[in-house]
């Protein structure tokens, strides 16, 4: 099913849209709505919809402007106008942004059914298309793209001279022209061996970026996409970067059976530093590899994790293993020190002491570096009963070896997942006080925590494990059922006081919610 959402200043035609028609029945799901373009705007951003039917004149931000920025950071979504102005020059604007239908006010829901079906049709033909890879694989091996990729990755790698670079990227027809630069990384990871997931991969985001300007993207392995933002303004740039890691996680994840984590690298001002931009980011996917889920990841992020992670001792090559390992490590690690136990079998208990005892300290180190504390964590391991009994036989050795080596990479991803603590318990306190102001939105709380809007939104998501949107709208419901059990409020005032512009929305997602009407619910409590 498709998403859509709706933006129109006049509650009446919201309601009537939403109740009118059968979603489900007609194959969509209602995916939120809005009063005003700059809500809107930060609804979508978190809620990214496949479909958002607006009216052309709001105010604030009209309909016109909230489709050209939408259309830049999101660019799958299709737009439908609607207006009751039957003007020439506001159809031509609408068909310059990119949307797909047009329609006059008044209409019935039929005449806006069989727009939301003609949109549906193009999505589903798009969809058919991306299973059908043949061309798009041709055209990836065609010569001049070949070049295209190998002069790339000549670029973000280093090893090629700044004249050389900027010759070849006009015989390439490669725009490099920019005040500022910042190279990401997106590495995919399939959920199952199958090697078409990648070659579909490949032409997804392909394609997703072919129409930007502001972008230049290749893949410099089958499963690292590798993106130069370029821009002329250092303040917008960053924003840039979430927009697009954002687009390839929702073009990825909602059609391709895997997860994708991307590295984003710090801002440079020439050309000839790409390569450090480009190196910066590789350094942070390194140090991501051991999720397994999506993730939105730059160097300011892991800077702030624990300036310790960065600078951990180099001559002590197991502490710089289990910086970086993933789950499946364990078992080489093991492995190895098998090994070495099976060629000194003969002295088995001393050996694998000293083996014991080097991972204790290596994990000793590195919960140090990370700003813990081993006698907290794990202080079991620092008794010489736990190594007496460690080394008693092969068998207890590797049980022991396993459990501490899961216990510590347990520990580092905790501790790096959960970087953001600062910033979310101040968002959310925030919320706390404010959630009944109507202006309270993605943009409001994200100024109050002194991050932009996507970055907040992606650390949002992924330290709390739901969007801010769903959070926001959850603590309004509960505070709403507060209301309907201890007051006699009627519910539209009960709407108002959680936050909701318009009662109907309020009892529309209050229903979604709970599975109970507000008056089936207070009927429920007070029984």
């Known amino acids: 099913m498709y998403s859509v959402f709706i933006v129109d200043d006049e509650n009446i035609v919201l309601d009537g849209i939403r109740k009118k028609i059968d979603w489900e029945s007609a194959g969509f799901t209602f995916a939120g709505q809005a009063t005003d373009g700059e809500l809107a705007f930060s609804m979508i951003q978190e809620i990214k919809p496949d479909i958002l039917i607006t009216d052309i004149k709001m105010p604030f931000m ?71 890879i043949t061309h798009m694989k041709e055209e990836l091996e065609s010569n001049i793209f070949l070049l295209r990729e190998k002069f790339l990755s000549d670029l973000v790698l280093g090893t090629i001279d700044t004249a050389s670079c900027m010759q ?21 990871h399939p959920l199952n061996n199958n090697p078409s997931i990648l070659q579909e991969a490949k032409a997804r985001l392909l394609s997703l970026v072919k129409n930007r300007i502001d972008c230049i993207a290749f893949f410099i392995a089958p499963d690292k996409f590798v993106s130069i933002i370029k821009s002329n303004s250092d303040t917008v740039i960053e924003d840039d970067c979430y927009n697009l890691a954002e687009a390839i996680e929702h073009e990825l994840s909602k059609n391709i059976d895997c997860t994708v984590v991307t590295a984003i690298g710090y801002s440079v001002e020439h050309v000839s530093h790409i390569t450090n931009s480009y190196k910066d980011a590789e350094h942070v996917l390194k140090l991501c590899n051991f999720w397994n889920k999506n993730r939105i990841v730059n160097t300011v992020d892991i800077k702030k994790s624990s300036d310790g992670l960065l600078s951990l001792q180099e001559n002590d090559p197991l502490v710089d293993r289990l910086k970086y390992a993933g789950d499946g490590e364990i078992d080489n690690i093991i492995s190895q020190y098998l090994e070495l136990l099976q060629d000194n079998s003969d002295h088995f208990p001393v050996i694998a002491s000293y083996l014991l005892v080097d991972v204790i300290m290596a994990v000793s180190k590195l919960i140090e570096d990370l700003g813990g504390n081993i006698k907290d964590i794990m202080p079991e391991i620092l008794t010489h009963k736990f190594v007496d009994n460690a080394v008693q036989n092969q068998e207890t050795f590797i049980t022991e070896i396993r459990r501490v080596l899961t216990s510590i990479l347990k520990y580092r991803n905790s501790k790096m997942q959960g970087r953001y603590g600062d910033v979310i318990l101040k968002a959310k306190n925030y919320i706390e006080k404010n959630y009944a102001n ?37 603590v309004r419901v509960e505070q709403a059922k507060k209301l309907l059990r201890n007051t006699d409020l009627k519910g539209s005032d009960i709407a108002y006081e959680a936050g909701f512009s318009d009662p109907h929305y309020f009892s529309f997602i209050f229903k979604k919610t709970t599975g109970l009407s507000p008056r089936e619910y207070r009927n429920n409590e007070t029984n």
């Open 62 to 132: 009209d309909g016109l402007e909230l489709s050209r920025m939408l259309k830049k950071i999101q660019p799958w979504i299709r737009i439908i106008i609607l207006s009751g102005h039957d003007e020439f020059d506001y159809a031509k604007k609408a068909i310059s942004i990119g949307v797909e239908d047009y329609i006059l006010k008044p209409f019935t829901p039929d005449e806006l059914l069989s727009s939301l079906n003609n949109v549906a049709a193009v999505l589903d033909k798009e969809r058919k298309q991306f299973s059908d």
């Open 168 to 188: 070849r990227a006009e015989e390439l027809q490669i725009n490099l022209i920019a005040h500022y630069y910042i190279v990401s990384i997106s590495e995919i």
């Open 438 to 474: 109507q202006d309270t939105c993605l943009h409001s709380v994200a100024d109050e925590v002194h991050l932009s809007p996507n970055h907040f939104s992606t650390i949002f998501s992924q330290e709390c494990g739901i969007t801010f949107i769903e959070y926001l709208t959850t």
